[in-house]
């Protein structure tokens, strides 16, 4: 069965700070992975996904994640948080019925000091 | 920019009521989720539909919960009898098919049961 863990329930960094968020997974096959976040009062985003190839993903809003089989983790990164980054972050995979059945991680809350 | 809508944003309701949530994706969205997020914790997916058809609804409890989609437009959640332990942030996604790897969600209806 799959299953995804996040082991930071919360981190606070300073504005400008770079930033790095942890997700390992746990599923048979290759996986589909993905990073999506949650502002406050607002739909979860996709932040950006993989599939296959390139093992460094970029995605919006300046962030990227690296897939690293060896070790089963997909940590998403950024090289210098705003403000504005501050949200929950979620990691999942995909698996089932398509890439979009997704199971999702207990998610990462990012504070963002001045 | 398209997004899908849901209503209402809160609930309160009173255990052994009836609830309905109400989803009307984006417009051209074959597939629809009903994701389950109870505070702390990851969105779980309830239920899958695929134009008006059930893909997967392996982890709906079908004793209270029904879900449909009939004209594969929108699509309505209902529990009866709402229990203490449904309380929680129910979500709704939409993507242009099974396979894309980027759903949309919407910004979710906020049931809680007294």
């Known amino acids: 069965a799959q299953s995804v863990t996040q082991p930071d329930i919360h981190i606070t960094v300073s504005e400008g700070a770079s930033l790095e968020l942890r997700c390992n997974y746990s599923?048979?096959?290759?996986?589909?992975l993905f990073w999506y976040v949650q502002s406050p009062g607002q739909g979860l985003q996709l932040l950006l996904k993989?599939?296959?190839?390139?093992?460094l993903v970029q995605g919006i809003k300046g962030f990227e994640a690296e897939f690293k089989r060896s070790q089963s983790s997909f940590n998403l990164r950024k090289p210098s948080v705003h403000w504005s980054d501050a949200a929950e972050y979620f990691c999942?995979?995909?698996?089932?019925?398509?890439?979009?059945?997704?199971?999702f991680g207990t998610g990462t809350r990012l504070t963002v000091i001045p | 920019e398209a997004e899908v809508a849901q209503s209402p944003r809160y609930k309160i309701t009173e255990k052994s009521q009836a609830v309905a949530f109400w989803c009307d994706p984006i417009?051209?969205?074959?597939?629809l989720y009903w994701y389950r997020q109870i505070l702390g914790q990851g969105p779980e997916l309830l239920v899958q539909?695929?134009?008006?058809?059930?893909?997967?609804d392996s982890q709906l409890p079908k004793d209270r919960f029904s879900a449909e989609r009939l004209k594969g437009v929108d699509s309505t959640l209902k529990i009866q009898p709402a229990e203490l332990g449904d309380s929680a942030m129910y979500l709704c996604?939409?993507?242009?098919?099974?396979?894309?790897?980027?759903?949309?969600f919407g910004e979710g209806s906020r049931l809680t049961v007294l």
């Open positions: 996604a939409s993507s242009l098919d099974w396979d894309t790897g980027e759903l949309f």
């Open positions: 599923y048979g096959a290759t996986p589909y």
């Open positions: 993989y599939f296959s190839g390139d093992t």
């Open positions: 999942a995979v995909g698996a089932g019925t398509g890439a979009n059945n997704l199971f």
């Open positions: 417009s051209g969205h074959a597939t």
């Open positions: 539909f695929q134009d008006e058809s059930v893909v997967d």
